[in-house]
């Protein structure tokens, strides 16, 4: 049984970053593709990024491209959102998903992803 455990979550000021973590338990990271999503107040989940398998694939949602950098460290059993330049429009809460394999090698897709972490919260607010 996998397990995600969302970490890195708060309040910070507009232009201000933070680094959301999420730790997996249960399996190695390594046999897992991951990903990001969200859901801001009132709205549907939303993919934000995701990494495949080796970690030599990336994409991110469009709004987020170039603010946001998402990473692995198959050693810590974590992968990493690295968020900067946040904004009002980046609040929401923050969910750590993974599904196991290489096809595709990345989904921005929430029905391909088989487990989920329990979110963090993120508040972007001055």
């Known amino acids: 049984q996998v397990q995600l455990v969302e970490s890195g979550g708060g309040l910070v000021q507009p232009g201000g970053s933070l680094r959301l973590s999420c730790a997996v338990s249960?399996?190695?990271?390594?046999?897992?593709?991951m990903g990001w999503f969200r859901r801001a107040p009132g709205q549907e989940r939303e993919f934000v990024a995701a990494?495949?398998?080796?970690?030599?694939?990336?994409e991110y949602k469009n709004l987020v491209r170039g603010r946001f950098t998402i990473s692995r460290d198959s050693a810590k059993n974590t992968v990493n959102l690295q968020m900067n330049a946040l904004n009002a429009e980046d609040t929401a809460i923050y969910y750590c998903?993974?599904?196991?394999?290489?096809?595709?090698?990345?989904?921005?897709?929430?029905?391909?992803?088989?487990?989920w972490g329990q979110g963090t919260q993120v508040t972007v607010s001055s």
């Open positions: 998903a993974a599904y196991f394999g290489t096809i595709p090698r990345v989904s921005q897709d929430p029905l391909r992803y088989e487990y």
């Open positions: 990494i495949s398998q080796s970690g030599d694939t990336t």
């Open positions: 249960g399996r190695t990271i390594a046999t897992y593709a």
